[in-house]
């Protein structure tokens, strides 16, 4: 599972309060990536980093920020939580496995805004 | 940009029919392509990838993936499905430092 780390695994929170999700690796991988996932939607991307201190955006970064200062943690902060930020979030690390690069997966952490 | 693109949100077959799940993807320079399968309340599990070489991937589980560049296509096939075949399928596509992902299939397997 290259030792991916999701906390918390479910969180409820209000409307309007902040919210950090945290995502440890324990192999020093370059690259992280934080997905949602949502019914008929898949899996989309919000963020994602090649290094400390280098992010950039995804396909549906508006109202989330990320941060990573130091290789083996990736936080992912609604900064004012919305209903529409209720989703299964997914972060992820890729990997050259010696047969080429491969993305690996943590569990999730179901986010509910009420 | 590049984009992935599923055929099908859903897609049932009977046991031991053959399953077929469709991706299609949009780039100008071929890139890596994933399955993933994701079991309910699971996280998501690599299938098969093809990077490289042969263009007919075999992966877990019985499925394989033919890469057709001709086609842009990277479609999932098994040639006899199981009960515990069912789950939702997403192709995905890693080109310059992202993953991308399609809308997934959602394959049910009837008795």
């Known amino acids: 599972d290259a030792g991916i780390t999701q906390s918390p695994r479910h969180k409820v929170t209000e409307t309007g309060t902040p919210v950090t999700l945290r995502c440890h690796q324990t192999?020093?991988?370059?690259?992280m990536y934080w997905y949602r996932q949502d019914p008929g939607h898949g899996l989309r991307l919000i963020h994602y980093?090649?290094?400390?201190?280098?992010?950039d955006k995804g396909e549906v970064s508006d109202g989330y920020s990320v941060s990573r200062s130091k290789t083996e943690d990736f936080l992912l902060t609604l900064e004012s939580a919305t209903s529409s930020q209720t989703s299964v979030y997914f972060c992820?690390?890729?990997?050259?496995?010696?047969?080429?690069?491969?993305?690996?997966f943590g569990q999730g952490t179901r986010l509910t805004v009420v | 940009a590049q984009s992935v693109t599923q055929l099908g949100s859903h897609v049932s077959v009977s046991e031991g029919a053959l399953v077929l799940l469709r991706c299609n993807y949009s780039?100008?320079?071929?890139?890596?392509l994933f399955w993933y399968v994701q079991y309910p309340n699971q996280g998501l599990q690599l299938l098969l990838k093809?990077?490289?070489?042969?263009?007919l991937v075999k992966g877990i589980n019985g499925f394989e993936a033919e890469f057709k560049k001709s086609e842009t296509s990277f479609h999932l096939t098994k040639p006899s499905a199981h009960m515990s075949d069912a789950a939702e399928y997403f192709c995905?596509?890693?080109?310059?430092?992202?993953?991308?992902f399609g809308t997934g299939t959602r394959l049910q397997v009837f008795p």
């Open positions: 992820a690390i890729s990997a050259y496995t010696g047969s080429g690069t491969e993305a690996f």
């Open positions: 192999e020093n991988h370059r690259y």
């Open positions: 995905a596509a890693y080109n310059t430092d992202k993953l991308i």
């Open positions: 093809y990077t490289t070489g042969a263009t």
């Open positions: 780039s100008s320079v071929p890139p890596y």
């Open positions: 980093s090649y290094g400390v201190k280098d992010t």
